[in-house]
């Protein structure tokens, strides 16, 4: 079994290791700026920007991740010392790697939860132990690495929305789904430039409808050739928009 590189850039301490060495709290790191440029690209998709945004950032992590554990003995090691992540990411990095990878890359991993619950087995109260062999949003480093990511964008798409460019770009765009327009109210100062981004995202959603009993008409009648681009996606825009792409949004 071969792997091919992704080649990508993975600058950020993923391990944590420098924080674990400082003995520094880890937040989540944010990553580089967001270009200007970036933020106009993403707002051509007919999803969500912030989601396709997280969703590439994702995939380019998990691929340079996967990778890396089956060809390099110190990452899983890592994985082994650090017991992996939460239930969500342990899944999607499994999705990504073949078999054979995971098994090697997961080995230390359970040498390590077998040590620590035969040491359990005897403690009086292992109830607390437990607890810390089990990652969930707080202590998985791919969810503090997602949420980094996450409110570095939004806070960049805040002030790009906030300029009159960035107003006229938006406004023709089909805007973010609701967990991301949640996560950007908060990051808007201007009462004028919340309220934009609120009828934006009503007219939206009144758009869908239309565009949903178009799809819901045209498909019962056999029309489905006379379809817009609009109606033809608009179950998946709905959905999109109502809940944000499966691997962008946070869990
Ligand atoms: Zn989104
Ligand atoms: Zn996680």
């Given at each position: 079994m071969t792997y091919k590189q992704p080649a990508i850039n993975n600058a950020f301490d993923f391990w944590g290791t420098a924080a674990m060495a400082t003995q520094h709290n880890n937040e989540p790191d944010g990553g580089e700026t967001v270009p200007v440029g970036q933020i106009k690209r993403n707002l051509n998709t007919r999803g969500c920007p912030a989601c396709d945004f997280l969703d590439r950032k994702i995939f380019d992590m998990f691929s340079s991740l996967q990778y890396r554990l089956c060809t390099v003995p110190s990452e899983?090691?890592?994985?082994?010392?650090?017991?992996?992540?939460?239930?969500?990411?342990?899944?999607?990095?499994?999705?990504?790697?073949?078999?054979?990878?995971?098994?090697?890359?997961?080995?230390?991993?359970?040498?390590?939860?077998?040590?620590?619950?035969?040491?359990?087995?005897?403690?009086?109260?292992?109830?607390?132990?437990?607890?810390?062999?089990?990652?969930?949003?707080?202590?998985?480093?791919?969810?503090?690495?997602?949420?980094?990511?996450?409110?570095?964008?939004?806070?960049?798409?805040?002030?790009?929305?906030?300029?009159?460019?960035?107003?006229?770009?938006?406004?023709?765009?089909?805007?973010?789904?609701?967990?991301?327009?949640?996560?950007?109210?908060p990051c808007l100062?201007?009462?004028?430039?919340?309220?934009?981004?609120?009828?934006?995202?009503?007219?939206?959603?009144?758009?869908?409808?239309?565009?949903?009993?178009?799809?819901?008409?045209?498909?019962?009648?056999?029309?489905?050739d006379q379809l817009s681009a609009d109606e033809r996606d608009a179950y998946w825009r709905m959905i999109i928009h109502l809940a944000g792409s499966r691997r962008g949004c946070s869990p």
């Open positions: 899983s090691q890592l994985l082994g010392a650090t017991l992996g992540f939460c239930a969500r990411h342990t899944w999607q990095l499994a999705a990504v790697a073949s078999p054979r990878g995971a098994a090697l890359a997961w080995t230390p991993l359970l040498v390590k939860l077998k040590d620590a619950l035969s040491a359990m087995a005897s403690a009086a109260d292992p109830g607390a132990a437990m607890g810390a062999l089990v990652h969930n949003r707080a202590t998985c480093r791919i969810c503090r690495q997602q949420l980094g990511w996450e409110r570095n964008y939004v806070a960049a798409f805040a002030v790009f929305v906030g300029s009159p460019d960035g107003r006229a770009v938006y406004g023709a765009s089909q805007g973010v789904c609701l967990p991301h327009l949640a996560l950007l109210l100062p201007a009462p004028d430039d919340r309220q934009f981004v609120l009828e934006h995202a009503a007219r939206f959603f009144a758009r869908l409808t239309d565009d949903l009993a178009g799809f819901d008409t045209k498909y019962d009648a056999l029309r489905r």
